[in-house]
């Protein structure tokens, strides 16, 4: 599986855009790029994925570059229940083998809000 | 529409007794996913079932541990005997294929 690079932590202030970035410059044609988060003492949630086109939904926006080689996660207006660890993660759609579906975790970035 | 159902949500064990854990998957969803996460860590996959069939297994320590889905819908992980280092937060998810995965709450589990 490709590997993610993302920063240990970041902060952003309430109300504000936090932009959360994460590098993938290893990542294959079948692999999507997918977005969770943890808020302690909770089990992963899901917030979006994408292949190579922008995506936006209730939660947030997925930014791709055009070479896929990174991403960046965008809650438009954070609130103080954002704060979490986030974890950007490629996944492998279909490869006829054993991998496809598998979703390998990193260490992610701490997001604090703060007011 | 209930989500991935775990249980017990805390569990605390002597070393070298057994513990099971429980995972009720959201309904029609196939696919089911044991994962083992250490403090201060991501999850880990331990294994993957795709109906009963487990399909990725490379991870789960089978000395120890075992996993069962007989009918396709509930699983049930066990440890037989635990560990120190077994404590850790285990935690179930479950897709509709390679759709999205939603994940439980998670067992916290304490071997003393």
């Known amino acids: 599986d490709a590997k993610t690079t993302q920063p240990p932590s970041m902060d952003c202030a309430e109300g504000r855009a936090a932009n959360l970035p994460c590098n993938h410059s290893?990542?294959?044609?079948?692999?999507?790029v997918y977005w969770y988060r943890q808020i302690h003492s909770q089990g992963p949630q899901y917030i979006i994925h994408?292949?190579?086109n922008n995506e936006t939904n209730e939660m947030a926006s997925l930014i791709i570059t055009e070479d896929r080689k990174s991403s960046t996660l965008i809650l438009p207006h954070a609130t103080l229940r954002d704060t979490a660890v986030y974890y950007c993660i490629v996944r492998v759609i279909y490869d006829g083998g054993t991998s496809y579906g598998k979703l390998t975790f990193g260490q992610g970035t701490i997001l604090t809000v703060h007011p | 529409e209930a989500g991935v159902v775990q249980s017990p949500r805390y569990k605390i064990i002597e070393k070298k007794q057994p513990v099971a854990f429980w995972c009720n998957p959201i309904?029609?969803?196939?696919?089911l996913y044991w994962y083992r996460q250490n403090l201060g860590q991501g999850p880990e996959l331990l294994i993957r079932y795709e109906n009963e069939e487990a399909v990725d297994d490379s991870q789960l320590p089978k000395d120890r541990f075992s996993a069962e889905r007989l009918k396709g819908v509930d699983s049930t992980l066990k440890i037989q005997p635990a560990e120190l280092g077994d404590s850790a937060v285990y935690l179930c998810?479950?897709?509709?294929?390679?759709?999205?995965?939603?994940f439980g709450q998670g067992t916290r589990l304490t071997v003393v």
């Open positions: 309904s029609g969803h196939n696919t």
């Open positions: 290893t990542i294959s044609g079948n692999e999507y």
């Open positions: 998810a479950s897709s509709f294929g390679n759709h999205e995965a939603f």
């Open positions: 994408g292949l190579k």
